[in-house]
Every structure is written in structure tokens, then in C-alpha cells.
């Protein structure tokens, strides 16, 4: 049979017609588009050389021959009885066998297997055992998402080996003729654990040149072609033009780079800060490197973090940098400092390209309004003006239509989570893992996650050093236990020893590279070293009426509490003492809470006034420690862990250079008494719901104690000292009335490592090697919820049709979609699971509301929300426990009626 009677792609043409792509065509496009990117990589091809030990263009041949293998299967008939007039005849008397046809990736693992193609390999590969081939051959063959299990029984597709051996083998043979590869590729005997690396890279890879190579904008359908070498070479020519049309090409480093450049603009940011000096001047080992970044709140550690990234953008260490942060908020927070000032590190002739990443991004107006197609990135010549340096912040369109491509950009910003899908049995997890390895991966408020994703993160670093990426983590306060983790995690991952650090400084950069681990001491900024003295104020009444006080002398004052409802429940109390609060917390819905921020950002931001100041009074949750860039005169916060209360601190006379403060600097702790006798409530009777949000009651215990005994929180100096009374070694023991809680909670973080260790990908066992996580029927989530949550649309009644509670931008339809998924609001499912079923004109109306939704999105509950005159929104939604009733406004969110 004649290689040319095998097809791999389908379409109908405008005229009805039938188009076929033939299958050698479609290899050798795949194949040419994985050259181009090695070609125009070489850095990155140098650091895959340097995994192996090999010669960068001897392993470059190595990785077009796999590739151009990537979709053998599609040879088998079971794969081209599915056009059955375009089936060759010699291959139609092996269909119907009454067996399932098999996937045609599985069909490449056993032709793979059946013609013995790894010892294709063995002159290129002399010493790598076969098994270690066959990984990598999986990787290649594996390239729709994730890797297949093979079905232990099916027997009908070796019927055809026979009739199919000599075409496969007649391609293979033309194909590796084109492709030139010398021998040996490898300079030495890899370890299995250095295959096991290189699998990962190799299966993102082709899944990405797969998915440009099957571009028919780029490779136009042909049936055959009368020379495979000409058809290469032009294969060549689109591969390279579909990848410049991608938006993928590198920008160049700016090559006069200040990093003055990369302060924000505005006020008390006119020279660099001494941590930032200390990034400017640290060695950049050669090879990937880590660096730990410890300091103080308001520091400069983002702009530090991005000096450093510059460096290692200037070596050709990377191409590209991806913030990765712990909530949305954050990421749309950093996405706006972003946007001004990334510019500054990449050429003034380049086209550098911005991307948020994140499950909702598509509801932030800045990001929406970015998205270009490629064709439309031109190079600028000339430095953009202030006013329009935001403007210059685009992306190829398609970068931006998959979170999945994001880390394609050269400076992407989201959640920590998209990063860590890259280390879990997640589809298209070796795409993010590839794109992901040639950015400057930066982890910031790295002491603000749970165990369960503290694991996971420190597996993303070890999987990110062996494929030779570089990592930067920021943190105000970092426990000596999770700095040792994290370093010992990258060590791992790029080959080097463990190391055991030491030093107790603060301020603090720790350098890390494969040989080397070195600790430097940094200057504190004069003007945050400082002491913030602490006082207890024991109760509820007592911490409103300080609220009120500061606020009727002028000061802007901030509030912040545990838990949802206790800060709704201080709201209320705020506003009948007469103030007019502004309330944020989670249970607004995502337009509410973009509102609130923005509000929050001009009011209490970098560049607010003293007017604006002026006796504003902030109250909120959690949210309000490391979401905003927000500045107050004076502060009560509810009892804490150490580290949590340290960062609430650092919102306290934030910003440099405010004259007149209408308060002292003073942090107020509402808390309970730790001089008397401790019983099993001490906690839970200052707030039941405070009591779940910070389950390790001995670690809460511990705080009050360091804190109270302290008397203040003295930067950066007292810092250390702080976090070890709480979680070093020495640590006090917990009172016998904590014990049972502490020990609950210290047995749920167990189970959350454990069950990290349970759903991560391993290193070592390569792609497709760890197959216990893809088969599951589970979608394995980046974090683990203390309980199951339900997300809400809400909705009102205007002239007997139901709307969005978020009113539309415009008239168009995607205003609309745009406009319920501003509406959207989550609760955990014990509040609320669902609402009741509507009936009679009710229901056709909801119906018609959501007749646009799409598929996924028809599974949300509607609340529909009504109110009488001068009543609040009301609505009706289920509980394990029956129906009950919803409040919901624009002043204090979402709640429920007892």
C-alpha cells in the first residue's frame, strides 16, 4: 500500500465537498512545527540537552523523528474505517470485527510495540534501555491531553499488522531520511530519572506543535504530494509562520535595563529600597536558580521579584515570567501594576504580550479590552507616553482564548492554581508544564497556603527545576520547616543535594542552585522598621466603640474579622453607631465585589487623598490581609495566627510619606484573656465561626501569648521571633484544654499532604508512567474545601421577565453573559445547596432567561430575589434541613435568615 492512502484530517469544504489531509502530510507538519519551535528556542533546546547530557542539534533530530511519529495509530483501520468510502480496500476486510474500535493513540502504543520501533532509536540512543524508548514514544503518541490506559483484552487490531507493516515502515524510513539525527544523540548513560524529566517536556511539546500543526489556515489539505522532501521543506516554511502568527516568538530583553524602571509611579517610590538593591546585585547562578524572598510588607518584594526575573530574562534563562498568586483578586490586583510597568522589561522594538489567568478573567474590563489578534502586535518603535503605557498591554488571540495557553505569554499573571494543574492528573497538564518551564515562575504570598497546597507547590518547584525553569517565592514571614520544604523540593527537582538552612536573619534572600545555597542578610527599609504596639480589647462592644472614635476623629480605619458573618454582624453594629461602613467579604456577588475594591483601591489606595481618607471606615474578611493595596490609620482585627495578624499589620500606615495621621500606631486585637484559665471554648466564645476558619486553637493560643507578651510587632527585627514562639521547636506547650482541637486540626493537615501525595504526578515515573490518577473518574482540584460549594446566579423580576442582579454593559448578547456571570455568588453547600423548583409563568420565565446559558452553566441555581417596599431583596433557597430564606443587597452581601 502506498503511504498516500491513509488519510489523517477531514473537513467539507464550503461547496459540500469532502477534504482530506493525507496522513504522511500531517506528520511531517506536526514534526516541522516541533523543529521551528526547537529552532527558534535554542535556549530552551540547550536546557533539554543539558537534562540529558546531550548535543543540543544531535537531540533536536532526536525530538522531530518522535514527533513525526506522534500519530502512527491513525494508520490502523480502525482509525480509517471512520470515513468508510475513503477506507483503501486492502484495509476494509479488517472493520467489523464486532470488537470497539480502539482510540488511535492506543493504536500507536501497540504498533509501536508490534514493529519494535524503539530499536529504531538504538543507535541514536545507544544506552538507554529500551523501556526508557518506549516512555518516550508514549509521550509522543499521547498527545490529546493526557496518557491512555491500554485495554488488556483487544486483539483485533494485530489482524492488520501484516497489511500495514510496509507503509508505516516505507513513512518512517522516507521521514528519517528528511531528518537528519547523528549518533550517538546522548554524551553519557542517563539515569532513569533524567528520561523521566525529559518525557514531561516531550509530551508538551508535541501536544503544542499538534495543535499548530494542525492549523489548516497554515496547512492547507492535500490528498498526496508527488515529493516528500518538497513537501517537507514547505512544511517547514508554514511551521514557521504559524508559530511567528501564534504570538509565541520570544521578545527581546531590554539591554539598558535600570531597575528604576520598574518602580511604580506615584507617590514615596523614588529610589529602590535596600531589598530591592540586594536583587539588583545577587549573583544569577548559571542553569536554574531559586531565590526566597523575605521581607516586611510595603519592602518592595514585587518589584524585587521582577529585577530579579529581568536577570534572569537578560541570561536567557527564561522568556517569559508568570506570577503566580493566591486568590483572583490578587491576580486582577497584580495584573493592574503589571500593566504599567512590565513594558520596561523587554526591548523598546518588541511586542511583549500581557495575560491574566484565572477562572474568571474574562469579567476584568482591562483584560477583555487587551485581547488582540496576532496579526495585530506590531513592534514599538519609540517608548510609550504614561498615559498610554496601560493601552500597550495585549495578547494574541490565540494565547488568550485557554487558560491552558496563557503561560505562553511573556509575562502571564493568575492564580497560583493554574500553575499547579500542571503537576496534577489534570488533561493538557504537560502543556502548561512545557510552556510553564520557560517562564520565571514567581509564587507570592507564598505563607498564605493550607498544607494540602503547600505540598502541591512544593512538587510544581521540583518538576519546574528538573525541566530547568527558574522560580522566585515571595513571603513576609516564612516558618524555617516551609523554607527548608521548599528548598529541598527545587533541589530535588534540579539534581542537586539537600541543603539545611540557617540563618534567622530578616530581612533575607535565599539563592539556590544546583551546587550552591546561600543565605544573604538584606537591609530593613528605614521607613518600615518599626514597632506596632499591640493591645488585647476584650469584647465586641468594646472593639465598636474604638471603631467609632477613630472614625469621628477623622481616621480611616479598618476592621477585619474571620469569618463572613461576623463581619456583616460588625457592619451592622457600625451603622448604628451612625457610620457608614463599606463591608467586604466573599458573598457578594462578582460584580459587588469588583465595585468594592475598586472603591477600596481610590479611597485607602497609594494615590488617595487625604479628603477621600477621611474618616472612611473599612470592615471585611480575610480578603482584606493580601488582596488590596490599601493604607489605614488605625486598625482592630479579630485574634488570629501570628503570621496572619503580622500581614493585617502591614496594611497599618502602609504607605511612606502621609503627613498628618488622625490616629496612633496602634493594632487593636480583639481577643480572648490569655492570663487566666484556658477551657476547650477560649476560642470558640469570642466567635464559634472565628473557632472554624482557624481550627488549630494551640497555634491561635500561642499567637495571643507571643503577641500580648511582646506587647508589639517590632520590624523586622522581632518577626522571626514571633513566627518560632508560634511554630518553632521551642514552642510553649498547648494548654490540655486545646489539646483535642489542635490535635484534630494538626490530623487534617496530615491528611491534606497526604492526600496531595495521593493526587500529584511523581517526577520520576515519567509521563504515562503514573496512570492511577488519569483513570480516576474524580477531577482532581488544585485546593481542598472544608466542605462542598454551590455557586449561585441571582436574579430580580423587571417587567415580568427575569434578569441578571448585575445590570448588562449593553444590549448585545455577550453583555448579557457577561452580566450573569457578574452575578454569580458561592456559598459552602451548607448554607445553601439549591433552590426550589420553579412552577407555572415562573418557571417558562426562568427558562427564558436561561435559554442562552450554556451547557455547564444550566446545572446553576438561579435565586431569584423579590422585595415589598421598603423591604430588603428577598429570595427562597434549600437546605439539608428545608427551605429558608435569602437576604441579598449591595450593602452587606449575601445572608441568611435563621
Known amino acids: 500500500m502506498d503511504i498516500f492512502s491513509f488519510w489523517a484530517k477531514s473537513q467539507l469544504s464550503a461547496d459540500g465537498s469532502l477534504q482530506l489531509h493525507a496522513l504522511p502530510c500531517h506528520l511531517l507538519d506536526v514534526a516541522a512545527v516541533a523543529d521551528v519551535l526547537l529552532e527558534r528556542f535554542p535556549k530552551r533546546l540547550e536546557r533539554l540537552a543539558a537534562l540529558l547530557d546531550s548535543d543540543p542539534q544531535a537531540l533536536r533530530g532526536l525530538i522531530v523523528r518522535l514527533a513525526a511519529l506522534h500519530d502512527l495509530g491513525k494508520f490502523h483501520p480502525d482509525f480509517q474505517s471512520k470515513l468508510p468510502d475513503r477506507c483503501a480496500e486492502e484495509l476494509r476486510r479488517f472493520t467489523g470485527t464486532g470488537e470497539a474500535p480502539l482510540h488511535h493513540t492506543l493504536l500507536g502504543f501497540e504498533i509501536a510495540d508490534r514493529l519494535r520501533l524503539a530499536t529504531r532509536f538504538e543507535a541514536q540512543l545507544p544506552a538507554v534501555p529500551k523501556s526508557a524508548i518506549r516512555l518516550l514514544l508514549t509521550s509522543v503518541m499521547s498527545h490529546h491531553g493526557r496518557p491512555m490506559e491500554r485495554p488488556a483484552n483487544a486483539t483485533h487490531w494485530r489482524r492488520s499488522v501484516e497489511t500495514i507493516t510496509p507503509p508505516i515502515n516505507d513513512f518512517i524510513d522516507r521521514a528519517f531520511a528528511l531528518i537528519p539525527c547523528s549518533s550517538p544523540v546522548l554524551r553519557g548513560e542517563p539515569s532513569a530519572s533524567q528520561i523521566a524529566a525529559f518525557s514531561w517536556a516531550l509530551a508538551g511539546l508535541v501536544v503544542l506543535a499538534d495543535w499548530i500543526g494542525s492549523n489548516e489556515d497554515y496547512f492547507k489539505y492535500r490528498k498526496t504530494v508527488d515529493d516528500l522532501s518538497d513537501y517537507w521543506l514547505h512544511a517547514r516554511s508554514q511551521a514557521a509562520e504559524a508559530v511567528e502568527k501564534a504570538g509565541l516568538m520570544p521578545a527581546s530583553a531590554r539591554e539598558a535595563f535600570h531597575p528604576s524602571n520598574l518602580l511604580p509611579k506615584g507617590r514615596g517610590r523614588a529610589e529602590l529600597s535596600p531589598l530591592q538593591k540586594a536583587a539588583a546585585a545577587i549573583p544569577i547562578a548559571a542553569g536554574p536558580n531559586l531565590f526566597i524572598v523575605e521581607d516586611m510588607t510595603g519592602a518592595g518584594k514585587t518589584e524585587a521579584a521582577l529585577i530579579l526575573a529581568e536577570r534572569l530574562l537578560a541570561a536567557d534563562a527564561a522568556s517569559g515570567i508568570y506570577f503566580a498568586l493566591p486568590t483572583m483578586a490578587t491576580s486582577n490586583a497584580m495584573y493592574g501594576r503589571m500593566a504599567g510597568v512590565y513594558r520596561g522589561l523587554f526591548a523598546q522594538n518588541a511586542a511583549p504580550s500581557l495575560v491574566l489567568a484565572h477562572g474568571r478573567r474574562d469579567l476584568d474590563d482591562r483584560f477583555t479590552g487587551s485581547i488582540l489578534d496576532a496579526d495585530t502586535l506590531k513592534p514599538v518603535s519609540h517608548p510609550a507616553s504614561e498615559d498610554n503605557e496601560t493601552a500597550q498591554h495585549a495578547c494574541a488571540s490565540w494565547i488568550a482564548d485557554d487558560r491552558r495557553k496563557a503561560f ?269 484559665a484556658v477551657d476547650a471554648d477560649w476560642y470558640r466564645g469570642m466567635s464559634p465561626r472565628a473557632a472554624a476558619v482557624y481550627d488549630h486553637h494551640g497555634f491561635v493560643w500561642r499567637s495571643a501569648g507571643a503577641l500580648f507578651d511582646a506587647g508589639e510587632i517590632r520590624a523586622p527585627e522581632g518577626l522571626r521571633d514571633l513566627i518560632a514562639k508560634v511554630y518553632g521547636t521551642d514552642a510553649p506547650e498547648f494548654p490540655p484544654a486545646l489539646e483535642a482541637a489542635s490535635m484534630k486540626a494538626e490530623a487534617k493537615a496530615m491528611s491534606g499532604k497526604s492526600m496531595a501525595e495521593i493526587n500529584l504526578l511523581t517526577l520520576e515515573k515519567g509521563y504515562g508512567g503514573d496512570n492511577a490518577g488519569w483513570t480516576s473518574d474524580v477531577e482532581i482540584s488544585t485546593r481542598l474545601e472544608d466542605g462542598p460549594s454551590v455557586t449561585f446566579r441571582l436574579a430580580r423580576l423587571a417587567g415580568g421577565a427575569v434578569v441578571p442582579w448585575c445590570k448588562p454593559t449593553g444590549c448585545c448578547a455577550a453583555a448579557l453573559r457577561r452580566a450573569w456571570a457578574l452575578s454569580e455568588v458561592r456559598v459552602q453547600e451548607r448554607l445553601a445547596k439549591g433552590v426550589p423548583e420553579p412552577e407555572g409563568e415562573l418557571a417558562r420565565a426562568i427558562d427564558a432567561a436561561k435559554k442562552d446559558w450554556g451547557k455547564w452553566e444550566q446545572e446553576i441555581p438561579l435565586l431569584l430575589l423579590e422585595r415589598g417596599e421598603g423591604e430588603p431583596w428577598r429570595g427562597v433557597v434549600l437546605r439539608k434541613d428545608g427551605p429558608a430564606t435569602a437576604l441579598y443587597d449591595d450593602r452587606l452581601g449575601l445572608r441568611f435568615e435563621a
Open 408 to 676: 505562553f505569554a511573556h509575562v502571564g499573571v493568575g492564580t497560583v492554581d493554574q500553575a499547579l494543574l500542571s503537576v496534577l492528573p489534570r488533561k493538557y497538564q504537560a502543556l502548561r508544564l512545557w510552556a510553564l518551564a520557560d517562564r520565571v515562575l514567581i509564587v507570592d504570598e507564598a505563607h498564605s497556603y493550607d498544607a494540602y497546597v503547600s505540598r502541591e507547590l512544593e512538587r510544581l518547584i521540583e518538576f519546574h527545576a528538573a525541566l530547568g525553569g527558574s522560580t522566585i517565592i515571595l513571603s513576609a514571614t516564612l516558618a524555617e520547616d516551609t523554607r527548608n520544604r521548599l528548598v529541598n523540593a527545587w533541589r530535588k527537582g534540579s539534581g542537586g543535594e539537600p541543603a539545611l538552612l540557617s540563618s534567622a536573619a530578616y530581612p533575607l534572600i535565599t539563592a539556590v542552585a544546583r551546587g550552591a545555597c546561600e543565605e544573604m542578610p538584606v537591609d530593613a527599609r528605614k521607613e518600615l522598621c518599626r514597632s506596632v504596639p499591640v493591645r488585647r480589647i476584650a469584647t465586641f462592644d468594646e472593639a465598636v466603640a474604638h471603631v467609632v472614635a477613630f472614625a469621628r476623629d477623622g481616621a480611616p480605619v479598618a476592621w477585619i474579622r474571620n469569618a463572613v458573618d461576623d463581619a456583616i454582624e460588625a457592619c451592622e453594629a457600625l451603622e448604628k453607631a451612625g457610620l457608614e461602613p463599606l463591608l467586604l467579604h466573599a458573598r457578594f456577588a462578582m460584580g459587588d465585589r469588583i465595585d468594592r475594591e475598586a472603591k477600596i483601591q481610590t479611597m485607602l489606595g497609594r494615590d488617595s487623598t487625604p479628603e477621600q481618607r477621611r474618616g472612611f471606615v473599612l470592615v471585611g474578611t480575610q480578603i482584606l490581609e493580601q488582596s488590596l493595596d490599601y493604607d489605614v490609620d488605625a486598625m482592630v482585627s479579630d485574634l488570629a495566627p501570628v503570621d496572619l495578624i503580622i500581614q493585617r499589620a502591614g496594611r497599618l500606615w502602609r504607605h511612606p510619606g502621609r503627613e498628618g495621621r488622625l490616629a496612633p500606631r496602634e493594632l487593636l486585637i480583639f481577643s480572648p484573656d490569655t492570663d487566666g
